[in-house]
């Protein structure tokens, strides 16, 4: 059975409505990286769920407690580059602070390329946390950005 161009219209957006709903889903790729894409209704929430499945990689994120906050200050180039910073800016409280967060409040501005986020979170403790898959980095391979309809998505790729 063919759609017709008006079904495959509804269709498209049905999808794009679904999307809305999750924050983010993992795709497979190689054994050394670990993809997945990210959801928004605007860029703000775009970059809190890319931090979240970010996270998600590393660390089962519904046994961490919002205890503290850390407020972040990320620039860029671009919505890429800045995507790039952000993620690997989260890197460093990980490995530097042993932290993990599990809420973000992200402002971004798009004529600046700037971000500001409050991220909330607590200190990683083996006892209490399901840890998983050590991150090395977020990577510029393939790493994408766009608006489809009324719904930004972003393809991130973690090397692992």
């Not at 670990?34 to 519904?62: H, P, R, S």
């Amino acid at each position: 059975m063919k759609l017709s161009d008006g079904n495959m219209l509804y269709l498209n957006k049905f999808e794009n409505l679904i999307n809305i709903m999750k924050k983010f889903e993992f795709v497979d790729i190689t054994t050394a990286d670990v993809a997945f894409i990210a959801y928004g209704k605007d860029l703000n929430e775009l970059f809190e769920n890319a931090a979240l499945a970010f996270f998600e990689v590393m660390i089962n994120t519904d046994q961490v407690k919002p205890k503290l906050k850390i407020e972040i200050k990320v620039d860029g180039d671009d919505l890429v580059s800045l995507m790039f910073n952000w993620l690997n800016e989260l890197l460093i409280y990980v490995d530097g602070e042993n932290l993990a967060f599990s809420k973000f409040d992200v402002k971004i501005d798009e004529e600046k390329f700037n971000l500001d986020a409050t991220c909330s979170g607590e200190k990683i403790d083996l006892k209490r946390h399901e840890t998983r898959t050590a991150v090395k980095a977020a990577t510029y391979h393939k790493l994408e950005i766009k608006k489809v309809d009324k719904l930004w998505k972003a393809r991130v790729i973690v090397d692992i």
